[in-house]
């Protein structure tokens, strides 16, 4: 629960916080007269949806904000009663890591790959203070214990790759903990982990909060976060601030519409059901392997699994990263080696070459997580959905296929005069409808979607998902869901399938696995979902 802070003087002070970035044709205000205190020992929820400012509102504090930005001089940020100078690079440099510290969204982006992580612990504790190596070293190797990490000593040695995304934000934290920071900030710190690391994460930054006495500044869009940890809430729109206060009471009743918005674009409840038809894809003891680094001894990323989904159904894979989820769905697709039976409607298909597979391939198409890696940024959308009809030569001519090709986008919540337009054009749920669309030009019988909506904002994220609904409702499609967010599983899906290190440990009707759990690792993951605490 939200720690209890006493009514002091704020550790840091913002006021009139107003950011323009200049752009082609012109200048973009992405921050508006934003004001913010942060106490001692305090949690501060920075919310919107993407672009309402509030990660440039977190640079200004930091002074990281890039050289098309202008801060407005009228912007005032106190730390500690003191004026931080914040167009000032070289006195901000004292302040950053020392009173002030971030954490961000991608560890992997933030750690330098070539790198060990002990020498970059070291780095950022001799950037602040006059010590030699080895008492650096024996900082670090603390700070690797503080934040939970087992073996420190060991981890001082290994790369950023050799670590998992819980392990990595650790050491960011690590990182950031390093030179005892007064205020941390952290911008979307849980976003792509799993919800048990998610939990582990959360739990750490809450215990270190109070242990340390830090303020924290947690820039998040899960608002299920927000409620069990943050102390108040600021809620941004459109680089304003339109509401803040309290979290208990902001949550009980919000006062502006956008925020009744955001609570409600929450998912919710259990998915509707439906009326199953015959198996559209079924597995049976699918088995995948990988050479280990002794060939004697291969790697089993999944052992024997079952699984089948029906027309008209959805079907959620749920697990902690490495669980082989994605590596499953891969296999029931041919796109990956595999033992074992696979049939696609009735048919076996595991026997099956890739020019075997082709026919097969518009039935069942792929929506990845991230649709800007998977959109060509140079293929206009047009050519991005048009492509599949060319490749398997679906529609005659082509004033039928720019047809289909309206149609797709229409059915996607798209409109269809953006036919000449790029993916970079578009925010991040409209690149996912991108996706969306090109997949379903091909009218195929299932979707497989691979964690589709975990890096969008919820009222982004409700949106897809009614888009979804509405195309298995109208056109009767299966969809192969794969997510670490149970509340999206909860209201897409129709039954669930649990893995662990490669194999099933539990499914059925999703109402009944949620609310029943029979194995002790499916009630932890509900746990670290539902009860985040």
């Not at 976003?191 to 830090?214: C, P, W």
């Not at 595999?338 to 070459?353: H, N, Y």
């Not at 026919?359 to 060509?376: E, K």
């Not at 004033?399 to 054009?425: S, Y």
Request: proline share 6%; charged share 25%; glycine share 8%.
């Amino acid at each position: 629960m939200p720690s209890t802070h006493t009514e002091s003087a704020p550790l840091l002070s913002a006021r009139d916080i107003r950011v323009t970035f200049r752009v082609d044709g012109g200048s973009i205000e992405a921050v508006r007269g934003v004001d913010l205190d942060i106490r001692a020992g305090e949690m501060l929820a920075l919310v919107g949806e993407s672009g309402s400012g509030k990660s440039v509102t977190a640079r200004v504090l930091m002074g990281l904000l890039g050289r098309n930005a202008r801060v407005s001089p009228e912007t005032r940020v106190w730390l500690d009663g003191r004026p931080l100078a914040i167009d000032d690079e070289r006195r901000m440099r004292t302040v950053r890591g020392s009173d002030i510290a971030m954490v961000f969204q991608e560890p992997m982006s933030s750690l330098n790959p070539i790198y060990r992580v002990g020498d970059q612990i070291v780095e950022a504790i001799k950037a602040h203070r006059r010590v030699d190596r080895a008492a650096a070293l024996a900082r670090a190797e603390d700070l690797l214990g503080q934040v939970r990490l087992p073996d420190p000593v060991a981890m001082l040695r290994r790369y950023p790759h050799e670590l998992s995304g819980g392990q990595r934000q650790r050491v960011m934290i690590a990182m950031a903990l390093a030179n005892n920071p007064r205020l941390l900030i952290a911008d979307e710190p849980t976003t792509a982990l799993d919800v048990s690391v998610q939990a582990e994460i959360l739990k750490l930054i809450r215990a270190l909060q109070v242990e340390q006495g830090i303020a924290v500044l947690l820039i998040t869009h899960d608002l299920t976060v927000v409620r069990h940890y943050a102390d108040r809430v600021v809620v941004m729109q459109r680089g304003a601030l339109v509401e803040q206060g309290e979290t208990a009471a902001l949550f009980a009743s919000p006062q502006h519409p956008y925020t009744r918005q955001l609570l409600a674009a929450e998912p919710t409840g259990f998915a509707a059901p439906v009326e199953p038809g015959p198996p559209v894809l079924e597995g049976r003891a699918v088995r995948i392997t990988y050479p280990g680094r002794t060939r004697a001894v291969p790697v089993v990323a999944v052992h024997g699994a079952d699984i089948v989904v029906r027309r008209g159904e959805a079907v959620g894979i749920v697990g902690e990263s490495g669980s082989g989820k994605t590596t499953l769905a891969l296999a029931l697709t041919r796109l990956i080696e595999s033992t074992g039976t696979i049939e696609f409607e009735g048919a076996p298909i595991d026997g099956l070459d890739r020019r075997g597979m082709r026919p097969l391939r518009p039935r069942f198409q792929i929506v990845l997580q991230d649709p800007f890696a998977s959109l060509n940024p140079r293929m206009s959308v047009r050519a991005l959905v048009e492509e599949g009809l060319i490749v398997h030569r679906i529609g005659v001519g082509t004033a039928d296929r720019l047809a289909r090709v309206r149609a797709a986008l229409a059915a996607a919540g798209l409109p269809t005069d953006i036919l000449n337009r790029f993916p970079h054009e578009f925010s991040g749920g409209q690149r996912q409808r991108l996706s969306i669309a090109r997949a379903i030009a091909l009218e195929p019988d299932m979707l497989v979607l691979d964690e589709p909506t975990s890096a969008l904002d919820l009222s982004v994220q409700a949106q897809i998902l009614a888009t979804l609904k509405t195309l298995q409702t109208e056109r009767g499609l299966s969809y192969l869901f794969i997510s670490h967010d149970l509340r999206v599983v909860r209201a897409l899906c129709q039954r669930i399938v649990v893995m662990r290190h490669g194999e099933i440990v539990e499914a059925g009707p999703t109402r009944e696995v949620l609310e029943r759990p029979s194995q002790d690792y499916t009630a932890r993951l509900i746990a670290a979902a539902f009860e985040i605490q």
